[in-house]
């Protein structure tokens, strides 16, 4: 009995279980997906030790990293429309019409107060630097810090200022961080690529009339007539709406501003990992499928969440073989 038990220390010793690392990739909306995938792998076994997160990675990770992933999941999953317009701070001269407060503000206190080196496990988060555009790492500091810096979309959030930089989003430099994770110790890095599929196939699910009248349904609660805050309250809701309906245009011929920029981006970070990937190539890359899933549609978690998991069931004889190795 003895000596199994040393032989089984000793292989132990001798062949210790290699450090995986979940790069998990910008995207916006769909970034939702990457919790369906942290679920699939975890029931397969697979449960990273480091995980690096860009952009809407970041913040998916901060809550896998910080335990809190079942709150978040139930949070994102019930985002509808009229709530995601209420964190539009309507502060377009402050670098983006979302300044970040009410988003944030929204958050587990966990997630607000934690120090990146109190989490779990291993994390990092990658941000731009605006005036240089060099990558910058956050592995240690304020959680919420390293999240904010690295959600920054161009025109979307305002940038945020922190030692001295104006930080954007972290897509722009490193839009599927396998180097972090290298960096950080992961011996077999899992990337998870948002937009693999997105590029010539970016299409606006939205007009501008059927927002409004999304935005109405909800409304129409038989409450928004109690008193003067509410019917005030409305009447900034319908300006919201109006401002994302300009934003995103009036028809599938007229895409509006963020619609542009959104396409743009996307071919820019697309473009981007491919080459990084081509020059630190991760073991295995999930690709979910979601170019049907508009860039600010965050009231769609469900879909994304699915179909985050449909992409590790898609692969799971790829990462079977993976785990026979390690």
């Not at 240089?132 to 979309?153: C, D, H, K, N, Y």
Request: glycine share 10%; proline share 4%; with cysteine.
């Amino acid at each position: 009995m003895k000596d199994s038990a040393l032989k089984a220390e000793s292989e132990s010793t001798e062949h210790p279980r290699l450090n995986i690392g979940l790069a998990l990739g910008s995207g916006s909306a769909r970034g939702w997906a990457h919790i369906g995938v942290i679920r699939a792998l975890a029931e397969l076994g697979i449960e990273p030790q480091i995980i690096a997160g860009s952009s809407i990675g970041a913040f998916v990770g901060a809550a896998y990293a910080s335990n809190e992933l079942d709150r978040f999941e139930n949070w994102v999953c019930s985002l509808s429309w009229k709530e995601i317009l209420d964190y539009l701070d309507l502060s377009i001269g402050g670098g983006g019409v979302i300044q970040g407060d009410k988003l944030l503000s929204d958050l587990p206190d966990v997630l607000r107060s934690a120090s990146i080196e109190s989490l779990s496990c291993r994390f990092g988060t990658v941000a731009t630097e605006l005036n240089t555009g060099r990558e910058v790492w956050f592995r240690e500091g304020p959680l919420i810090e390293g999240v904010r810096a690295s959600i920054g979309l161009p025109g979307l959030f305002a940038p945020v200022f922190l030692n001295g930089r104006w930080l954007v989003d972290g897509g722009l430099t490193n839009p599927v961080p396998v180097s972090l994770c290298r960096a950080m110790g992961a011996e077999v890095v899992i990337a998870v690529n948002l937009n693999g599929d997105i590029v010539g196939k970016h299409q606006r699910k939205r007009e501008a009339k059927y927002e409004k009248s999304r935005l109405l349904k909800e409304q129409s609660d038989g409450q928004f007539m109690e008193s003067i805050t509410s019917l005030l309250k409305n009447r900034l809701q319908d300006r919201k709406a109006a401002l994302w309906s300009q934003l995103f245009g009036k028809s599938q011929q007229a895409p509006g501003l963020f619609e542009v920029m959104a396409s743009s981006i996307n071919i820019m970070q697309n473009h981007i990992t491919r080459s990084r990937m081509a020059g630190d190539p991760p073991d295995v890359i999930i690709s979910p499928r979601l170019s049907q899933l508009g860039l600010l549609e965050f009231d769609k978690a469900d879909r994304a969440i699915a179909e985050g998991r449909a992409s590790v069931e898609r692969l799971q004889s790829s990462l079977e073989e993976l785990l026979v190795e390690l």
